[in-house]
């Protein structure tokens, strides 16, 4: 069943840590993306990867990382420099970044700081 | 840049009547234009997308939407409303002459009563 799975879908963290929300997808897309949604706020754009081994930064990159070792895997990591990380995370993939494709959404995570 | 305005932030209609979600956007080229739908706590759903040709575009559960370039419009109809059609719904553009990731509205929540 071809898709993109995120996990978990309920995550929560301790005010310091470090987090890291899985993304994985069998749809053999080249480009995948990571959103965050806030209530009212639309979907922004976290970092966004074209390629293996490469990726850009979006709109509000400040305190996350990710990596893209893998065409299948673009993990996420919420770092302690993140200050209010509690939202909905979003990734989504499509077959090339530009072009009239459209993306593809997972589930989400919903992260909420305790 | 590249930007959409959904200038609703809710919409309500009665089940039976025709629903229009209305989107404008901004690009520097010709845009491509999309529609999702998100349901509670799930990922976003691909409803329609404009690429080229016919102005009209018809897309999934009855759903289609007119692009209107002197406008620079990109509206969501559907000819009669369902309770199920209620959910929020994001309008997204990616401009045809960058490699870029899509670019999302802040989302209209439908309400449709019965």
């Known amino acids: 069943d071809g898709g993109i799975t995120q996990s978990p879908k309920y995550l929560f963290r301790k005010e310091g840590q470090n987090v890291t929300l899985s993304c994985e997808q069998n749809l053999n897309h080249d480009a995948m993306y990571w959103y965050r949604q806030d209530p009212g706020q639309g979907l922004r754009l976290i970092y966004y990867?074209?390629?293996?081994?490469?990726?850009q930064k979006g709109d509000i990159a400040e305190g996350y990382s990710v990596s893209r070792e893998k065409k299948e895997s673009f993990p996420l990591t919420v770092t302690s420099a993140q200050k209010n990380p509690t939202a909905f995370y979003l990734c989504?993939?499509?077959?090339?970044?530009?072009?009239?494709?459209?993306?593809?959404f997972g589930q989400g995570t919903r992260l909420t700081v305790v | 840049a590249q930007s959409v305005a959904q200038p609703e932030d809710q919409v309500n209609v009665a089940e039976g009547n025709p629903l229009t979600v209305k989107c404008t956007y901004s690009v520097s080229g010709n845009p491509y234009l999309f529609w999702y739908v998100q349901y509670p706590n799930r990922g976003l759903q691909f409803l329609l997308k404009?690429?080229?040709?016919?102005?009209l575009v018809k897309g999934s559960y009855g759903f289609e939407a007119e692009f209107n370039k002197s406008q620079t419009s990109f509206h969501l109809k559907k000819p009669s409303a369902l309770v199920s059609d209620s959910a929020l719904y994001f309008c997204?553009?990616?401009?045809?002459?960058?490699?870029?990731?899509?670019?999302f509205g802040k989302g209209t929540r439908l309400s449709v009563i019965a």
């Open positions: 989504a993939s499509s077959i090339v970044a530009g072009a009239g494709t459209e993306a593809f």
């Open positions: 997204a553009v990616r401009d045809i002459s960058g490699n870029t990731p899509l670019v």
């Open positions: 404009y690429i080229t040709g016919d102005n």
């Open positions: 990867s074209q390629i293996v081994n490469d990726f």
